[in-house]
């Protein structure tokens, strides 16, 4: 299987120089050249641990891997640095399903891909016979930064640089990242917000220049961003793995459709869930949840995407994006794999902050249903599953559950629905407790975990317990236009 550039057909690349590349040359995304079926039935992996599943599904993306090169990665990504055997465990709560990816070293979804990501690479730099130190450069809304330091943290051949936006993440997700320890690691706030970092690292992986100067230092770019099929592939595992075990439990029959509901900001993880829906998993609609950075909401009711609005910052700080990366390899998909169309339509987001799908393209978005949660909404959900359910779900799932709560009442769609629990409440202690009652407004997130311990009966997270304490290692901040600079340094030292 190769992959191709969704903006240059002509640029191919096996899944193991994709994973090394991240973006593609021409500043496309790297897609499979068509996506696998599933070649194992619903009760075979009825019967499958998640490590079985993620070699089943993952082997037939990752085809220039070996067996045993691909099990040793999954070996040593899905571990026990997951607090739970089953890796990904599902709650019911109301009327829908929880698919808890939260259980990873940093307690986001994000560990679900980058606790793998770091095999991946170290195995196709070999494949490859690259010599050079990989550089992980690094733009993060919060989860990403903090996930993707602690798995590459101590990873020989490898160093990684994180920015994130210094005002747009939340205090626990700070304190994760400047406390990362490993002497391969180095973390910078940038005076700006999420966009304008991953901006800035887009820029460096397309300069010619830098990337001559960095090889002559004996050092390579790549990326850890969402944009790296090496982070996709491994999160269409969860949804195979959640069918299966919704079928087992007797939640579903074989065959039976359900729904997912995803939390989006980049749209990478609902990318995964509509890679397994082309895989041939029974999957019904596909519910794109937004904050009231909407971008993705108005882009589904109207077909233009329209980046040019103000940049609102809200109590779930990982979907606070206006540039879904991940949506580009959906686009180049419903144009018929056209990649001049989709070539035109990435210029014009640069040019003139929007574009416009043909209605031949909104047609085959007819899959995917988009809606939005206010701050209001979300703070209201979080309160209600509490009081009927005793569960408590982090901000950003709760945007999924008051956009599920909306899907219902405009369809009356009865399937059985997972919705996508993309971190936990621990992650976002305040805006959780806040909503949960407005006494605990301004307290401190840190003094309010034993507050939420009490309430959920869960206990305080390993990740949370070790930062209490920790030692602040990082303390740089740097202007959006100093980014360039603050690499070279770093790779100096
Ligand atoms: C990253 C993240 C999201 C958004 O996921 P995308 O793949 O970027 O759409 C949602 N919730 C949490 C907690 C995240 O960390």
Redesign the pocket.
Known sequence: MLYRSTRNRDEKATASQAILKGLAEDGGLFVPEQIPALDVSVEALSGMDYQETAYEVMKLFLTDFTEEELKSCIQNAYDGKFDTEEIVPITKAQDAYYLEL?HGATI???DMALSILPHLLIASAKKNQVENEIVILTAT????GKAALAGFAGVKGTKIIVFYPKDGVSPIQERQMVTQKGENTFVVGIHGNFDQAQTGVKQMFSDQGLAEGMAAAGYQFSSAN?INIGRLVP?IVYYVYAYAKMVKKGGIANGEVMNVV???????????AFYAKNMGLPIGKLICASNENKVLYDFFATGTYDKDREFLLTS?P??D?LI?S?LERLIYWIAGNDDRKNRELMEALQKDGKYEITDEMRGRLAGFYGNYATEEETAAVIKEIYEEEGYII?T??AVAAAVYKKYKQETGDGAKTVI?S??SPY?FTRSVMAAIDQKYQDRPDFELVDELEALSGVKVPKAIEEIRSAEVVHTSVCEVDEMQDVVKGFLKR
């Open positions: 939260f986001a979804f994000k809304s919060g989860d990403t969402s999160q995803v939390p989006t900001g980049n749209f990478g993880n609902i990318l995964a779930s990982s979907m994006i879904s991940n982090d950003h799932t996508a993309t971190a992650k």
